[in-house]
């Protein structure tokens, strides 16, 4: 026994047991041709999906950690969501952009439908936003 007083085949077996659940839950994510993502105040990537990573020519493991405005080409356009993010997150309140234009990394203009859900983020108690792109670029 532990100085907790669990069993180490218990700690061993509920570690299993999360890093399986830990590992559907990506395997769905993933799965969703939409963008979803996660993003703090400052614009670091906290979740990425398959879909939302390939945008960046890279892995979600490769960006998450990074700076989504260093990332994309149109820098401008990147400042722009950022700002987006930091009203979502000021409000407390969703946001929906239906209709929102934008340039993706090749360079093709897109209508993408756009939704924000603040959050607080668990592991660091920071505020961050959720989002979900649905468009052309996801299809």
């Known amino acids: 026994m532990s100085e907790h007083g669990e069993r180490p085949d218990a700690l061993r077996a509920a570690l299993r047991a999360s890093r399986t659940r830990e590992a559907q ?3 769905v994510v993933d799965l969703v041709p939409d963008y979803i993502f996660a993003n703090d105040r400052d614009g670091i990537v906290l979740l990425s999906n398959e879909a939302h990573a390939r945008a960046y020519g890279a892995s979600p493991e490769a960006i998450v950690g990074a700076n989504y405005v260093e ?7 990147a400042q722009g969501l950022l700002e987006l993010d930091r009203e979502v997150i ?4 969703p946001a929906r952009l ?13 209508t993408v439908d756009l939704r924000l859900i603040p959050y607080v983020e ?5 505020d961050a936003v959720l989002g979900v792109r649905r468009g ?3 299809r």
């Open 71 to 77: 990332l994309d080409p149109d820098r401008e356009q």
């Open 25 to 27: 839950l990506r395997q």
């Open 98 to 110: 239906p209709e929102l234009e934008v340039v993706d990394a090749r360079g093709r203009e897109l």
């Open 90 to 93: 000021a409000s407390g309140e």
């Open 136 to 138: 052309d670029a996801s």
């Open 122 to 126: 668990a592991q660091t108690g920071k």
